[in-house]
T-cell receptor, first 111, second 112 residues
Framework: TQLLKQSPQFLSIQEGENLTVYCNSS?????LQWYRQEPGEGPVLLVT?????EVKKLKRLTFQFGDARKDSSLHITAAQTGDTGLYLC???????????FGDGTTLTVKP | DADVTQTPRNRITKTGKRIMLECSQT?????MYWYRQDPGLGLRLIYY???????NKGEISDGYSVSRQAQAKFSLSLESAIPNQTALYFC???????????FGPGTRLLVL
């Protein structure tokens, strides 16, 4: 059973379009992280959100943490081909010292 | 040089064989993790360690064992490999206030 459910699982769009990826759970997390993974490599952290309702922006990427700290979204504005990759959310249990990962969203941005 | 290294990068083995995957880190972190990745299932935690004397089972530890030889080294063993252990395996360390995880490049394992 996946504690963190991401949607959609696959997304294929044209360059310049906007998109949103969702990460939902019934669990409350200390914080939530988003990672991006390219083929042949390990995931790399994009952002950590800590406070319920928090919004963080990283250039064209906007991350939001739900008020109840159970869910999150990633919005990409004007997608570029370089955004192609697997996006993973991870709920962090700080006291337990571990994280649980979502099932991933594979994004393909076509030129 | 990479902060987290894994060897081997690719491995083909036969059912019933014992194999070991190795991980080394230069980040100075106490916490280390082993995950497996399967298509559509994200990353699932196999084992994790908070220091040399503290090792914990993750959500899918059956069929696996680990050894924390030093702060910088954490190895994963498959005692008797089976085909459904075919997967991509990642080692990671974590540290800092936000518990950022730093991943190695992965080991692609095929069990025939």
């Amino acid at each position: 059973t996946q504690l963190l459910k991401q949607s959609p699982q696959f997304l294929s769009i044209q360059e310049g379009e906007n998109l949103t990826v969702y990460c939902n759970s019934s669990s409350v997390f200390s914080s939530l992280q988003w990672y991006r993974q390219e083929p042949g490599e390990g995931p790399v952290l994009l952002v950590t959100v800590v406070t319920g309702g928090e919004v963080k922006k990283l250039k064209r990427l906007t991350f939001q943490f739900g008020d109840a700290r159970k869910d999150s979204s990633l919005h990409i504005t004007a997608a570029q081909t370089g955004d192609t990759g697997l996006y993973l959310c991870a709920g962090v249990y700080t006291n337990a010292g571990k994280s649980t990962f979502g099932d991933g969203t594979t994004l393909t941005v076509k030129p | 040089d990479a902060d987290v290294t894994q060897t081997p990068r690719n491995r083909i083995t036969k059912t019933g064989k014992r194999i070991m995957l190795e991980c080394s880190q230069t980040k100075g972190h106490d916490r280390m993790y082993w995950y497996r990745q399967d298509p559509g299932l994200g990353l699932r935690l196999i084992y994790y360690s908070f220091d040399v004397k503290d090792i914990n089972k993750g959500e899918i530890s059956d069929g696996y064992s680990v050894s924390r030889q030093a702060q910088a080294k954490f190895s994963l063993s498959l005692e008797s490999a089976i085909p459904n252990q075919t997967a991509l395996y990642f080692c990671a360390t974590s540290g800092g206030a936000e518990e950022t995880q730093y991943f190695g490049p992965g080991t692609r394992l095929l069990v025939l």
